[in-house]
Protein backbone atom coordinates (compact mmCIF):
# COMPACT_ATOMS: atom_id res chain seq x y z
CA UNK A 1 0.00 0.00 0.00
CA UNK A 2 1.23 3.57 -0.77
CA UNK A 3 1.01 4.31 3.40
CA UNK A 4 3.65 1.55 4.02
CA UNK A 5 5.94 2.90 0.93
CA UNK A 6 5.48 6.48 2.26
CA UNK A 7 6.73 5.48 5.45
CA UNK A 8 9.68 3.21 4.27
CA UNK A 9 10.59 6.61 2.32
CA UNK A 10 10.71 8.76 5.27
CA UNK A 11 12.57 6.00 7.46
CA UNK A 12 15.34 5.91 4.71
CA UNK A 13 15.60 9.70 4.70
CA UNK A 14 16.15 9.86 8.21
CA UNK A 15 18.44 6.90 8.11
CA UNK A 16 20.38 8.72 4.98
CA UNK A 17 20.21 12.02 7.59
CA UNK A 18 21.84 10.70 10.13
CA UNK A 19 24.18 8.40 8.53
CA UNK A 20 25.52 12.50 6.56
CA UNK A 21 25.86 13.82 10.51
CA UNK A 22 27.87 11.46 11.91
CA UNK A 23 30.30 11.22 8.79
CA UNK A 24 30.20 15.23 8.88
CA UNK A 25 30.94 15.26 12.75
CA UNK A 26 33.67 11.87 12.57
CA UNK A 27 35.36 14.35 9.67
CA UNK A 28 35.27 17.16 11.66
CA UNK A 29 37.38 15.17 14.73
CA UNK A 30 39.43 13.77 12.28
CA UNK A 31 40.17 17.28 10.93
CA UNK A 32 41.03 18.39 14.73
CA UNK A 33 43.23 15.41 15.07
CA UNK A 34 45.39 16.33 11.97
CA UNK A 35 45.29 20.12 13.32
CA UNK A 36 46.80 19.01 16.68
CA UNK A 37 48.61 16.50 15.38
CA UNK A 38 47.38 14.23 17.12
CA UNK A 39 46.01 15.28 20.65
CA UNK A 40 42.81 13.19 22.56
CA UNK A 41 39.67 15.20 20.96
CA UNK A 42 38.44 15.55 24.39
CA UNK A 43 41.47 14.91 26.56
CA UNK A 44 40.35 12.15 29.34
CA UNK A 45 36.69 12.64 29.39
CA UNK A 46 34.49 9.87 30.19
CA UNK A 47 32.55 9.09 26.72
CA UNK A 48 29.39 9.64 28.87
CA UNK A 49 30.83 13.13 29.52
CA UNK A 50 31.14 13.97 25.73
CA UNK A 51 28.10 12.82 24.50
CA UNK A 52 26.57 15.26 26.83
CA UNK A 53 28.72 18.14 25.93
CA UNK A 54 27.92 17.49 22.00
CA UNK A 55 24.12 17.25 22.94
CA UNK A 56 24.93 20.61 24.71
CA UNK A 57 26.74 22.45 21.43
CA UNK A 58 29.65 22.51 22.85
CA UNK A 59 32.33 21.81 20.00
CA UNK A 60 36.07 21.22 19.71
CA UNK A 61 37.86 24.50 19.92
CA UNK A 62 39.48 25.90 16.47
CA UNK A 63 43.26 24.80 16.63
CA UNK A 64 45.79 27.20 16.24
CA UNK A 65 46.98 26.03 13.45
CA UNK A 66 44.01 25.62 11.72
CA UNK A 67 42.58 28.47 10.09
CA UNK A 68 39.20 30.33 10.77
CA UNK A 69 38.04 29.58 7.21
CA UNK A 70 38.59 25.55 7.42
CA UNK A 71 37.47 25.46 10.91
CA UNK A 72 33.97 26.68 9.80
CA UNK A 73 33.46 24.64 6.94
CA UNK A 74 34.29 21.34 9.35
CA UNK A 75 30.97 22.42 11.56
CA UNK A 76 28.55 23.34 9.38
CA UNK A 77 25.30 25.52 11.30
CA UNK A 78 23.41 22.82 10.73
CA UNK A 79 25.44 20.98 13.84
CA UNK A 80 25.72 24.02 16.12
Known amino acids: PKA ?3 LM ?3 WILKLT ?4 NFV ?4 VLMWE ?3 CGKMPYGRLKNTEVVERVQRGIILEKPKACAK ?3 D ?3 PNFLK
Do not use: Q, S
Not at 18 to 21: G, Q, V
Not at 25 to 28: A, E, I, R
Open 9 to 11: VII
Open 25 to 28: FKLG
Open 69 to 71: EIY
Open 34 to 36: VFT
Open 18 to 21: NYII
Open 73 to 75: VRW
Open 4 to 6: TFG
